[in-house]
């Protein structure tokens, strides 16, 4: 299984994802940077979390229009499953990818904390390890988190059943406590909890690994 | 030529920047301002024959990148 990882300026999550990758798969990653003119042979691309451009303009905006997006669109309606973390959900939803947009917490605080989430479905590339309506405890930070659609894109994407997973209690002001959420497809997931920090009981909780062990379990099977 | 594009969120998303500028000018004791809402303005210098085809260019710029329309409504002013 190949993972590939696409670091823009300004991405800090990237050698976790990485660290993440190699602890729960065995499988090292590649790092590309999105400078790079294609993206190398992948049954996974990640793209972590951080604050590409700044977050100038807006989160995720400047990121979402590189050439390299290009290159991972064509993937993505190839079928190729892609994650989206945190500041790689924003860059998504700017790439029109995934529905939606992400506002400022209502709080307007950076919250960082672990929080608890209800999975779902557990019957996607992503989650076959989770149970339906598991919850688990992943943390998040983040300043831009507040799921936003309009009724109509919020109606469809519960109908079609894309959400990924939501926080058990109301956080950031997201509609429907919406905290990752597919395509219709279901080879594209962005969230905004990073798993990537919770593999290790060391710092708390190791729910966030089996998103990972899912998608081994995917190939492996 | 000069254009200035307006963004502003719309009205049926939640702007808490704007209720947290209202809520400091109440500390100020500025009690009778209501309704505050922040968006932005992007001005740059557009070669174009007129001004029509400016705005075409300009409102081309603005869907694929300066708004998320998503999110926010804009609005154009060429002189």
Known sequence: ?????????????????????????GIVPKIISCKEDKIPKSDLIIIPGGFSYGDYLRSGAIAAREPIMDDLELRANQGVYIIGICNGF??????????G???????????????????????????????????????????????FADQDTLDSIEDNNQVALRYLNPINGSLN??????????????????????????????????IFESALNFYST | MRAI???????????????????????LGENN??????????????????????EEKIEKITKSLLANTVIEEYSIEIS
């Not at chain 1, 909890?193 to 909780?205: F, S």
């Not at chain 2, 809402?37 to 001005?43: D, P, T, V």
């Open chain 1, 1 to 25: 299984m190949n993972v590939t990882i696409i670091r823009f300026p300004g991405t800090n999550c990237d050698l976790d994802t990485a660290n993440a990758v190699k602890k729960v798969l």
């Open chain 1, 90 to 99: 924003q860059i998504l939803t700017e790439r029109k990818l995934l529905q």
């Open chain 1, 101 to 147: 947009s992400l506002l400022k917490n209502s709080s307007l605080k950076f919250i960082s904390k672990s929080v608890e989430l209800k999975i779902n479905r557990n019957d996607t590339f992503f989650t076959s390890k989770y149970q339906t309506d598991e919850v688990v405890n992943i943390p998040i930070a983040h300043h831009d988190g507040n799921f």
């Open chain 1, 177 to 210: 406590n919406i905290a990752g959420l597919y395509n219709k497809n279901l080879n594209i997931l962005g969230l905004m909890p990073h798993p990537e920090r919770a593999v290790d009981l060391k710092t708390g909780t190791n729910d966030g690994s089996r």
């Open chain 2, 5 to 27: 594009v307006y963004i502003r969120l719309k009205t049926e998303v939640l702007d808490p920047q704007g209720q947290a500028i209202e809520s400091a000018l109440k500390n």
């Open chain 2, 33 to 54: 301002i209501n309704n505050i809402r922040q968006g932005k303005l992007i001005e740059m210098d557009i070669e174009a024959k007129n001004i029509q085809e400016a």
